[in-house]
């Protein structure tokens, strides 16, 4: 069994910034990829930024220059850092994990979810 914990969300001004954590523990072997994806009210969860274990990072258009995603690998935690919010980075944000138990079954799993809200 794999838990992810989420933490860091909150309700930020416009150009404000926040950090958000996911920790992973339980039965993981390898994690080949972890990534934030969020989802505003009436759409579809859609990807915000990715890492792999290569080290490789992709984001969405909408984030580029502003959210970074890092990671601590001895922590098996991933980070986002969110700048320059915007009122349209509204959403709850998700992380997610795609990793091998010790028993090799390959899994998709995701966070609880944290609300990030960019308001005057």
């Known amino acids: 069994q794999v838990q992810l914990v989420e933490s860091g969300g909150g309700l930020v001004q416009p150009g404000g910034s926040l950090r958000l954590s996911c920790a992973a523990s339980g039965d993981i072997f390898s994690i080949d990829a972890r990534g934030w994806y969020r989802q505003a009210p009436g759409k579809q969860r859609e990807l915000v930024a990715v890492?792999?274990?290569?080290?490789?990072?992709n984001y969405a258009d909408s984030v580029k220059g502003r959210f970074t995603i890092f990671r601590d690998i001895a922590k098996n935690t991933v980070y986002l850092q969110m700048n320059n919010l915007e009122p349209e980075d509204t959403a709850v944000y998700y992380c997610?994990?795609?990793?091998?138990?010790?028993?090799?079954?390959?899994?998709?799993?995701w966070g609880q979810g944290t609300q990030v809200t960019v308001s005057s």
């Open positions: 890492i792999t274990s290569g080290a490789n990072r």
């Open positions: 997610n994990a795609k990793l091998t138990s010790r028993a090799g079954v390959r899994g998709d799993y």
